[in-house]
C-alpha cells in the first residue's frame, strides 16, 4: 500500500494569503465602524498624529547616540588639552638676589 505524498508548500501560501486577506479586511471594517461611531473620525486623527509624533520621537532617539558619540569625544579632547596645558607650565622662577 502506498501513501501519495503530496505536498503541502503548495496549499499553505493560499491559506496564509487567505488568513492575511481576512485579517486586513477585518481591520479595515474595524477601522470603518470606528469612524462610523459619534466622535470616531476625531479619535481616528488623534491616533494617526499620535503615530506621527511617534515616529518623529524615535528619529530624533536615534539622534541622540551620535550626540552622545561627539560629546564624548570632545569631552576627551578637552581633557587630553588640560593635561597638555599643566606639562607645558614651568615652575616660576625664582628672583635674583
Not at 470606528?34 to 498624529?49: C, H, R, S, V, Y
Not at 539622534?63 to 564624548?72: F, N, P, T
Amino acid at each position: 500500500m502506498t501513501v501519495p505524498m503530496t505536498t503541502s508548500t503548495t496549499d499553505k501560501p493560499k491559506a496564509d494569503k487567505d488568513f492575511v486577506t481576512r485579517l486586513t479586511d477585518a481591520g479595515e471594517e474595524a477601522l470603518q465602524r470606528i469612524a462610523d461611531l459619534p466622535g470616531g473620525q476625531k479619535a481616528l486623527t488623534a491616533i494617526n498624529d499620535l503615530r506621527t509624533r511617534v515616529d518623529d520621537l524615535g528619529k530624533k532617539v536615534r539622534g541622540i547616540d551620535a550626540l552622545e558619540e561627539r560629546v564624548a569625544k570632545l569631552e576627551k579632547d578637552v581633557s587630553a588639552l588640560k593635561k597638555d596645558k599643566a606639562a607645558r607650565r614651568e615652575p616660576p622662577s625664582k628672583p635674583a638676589a
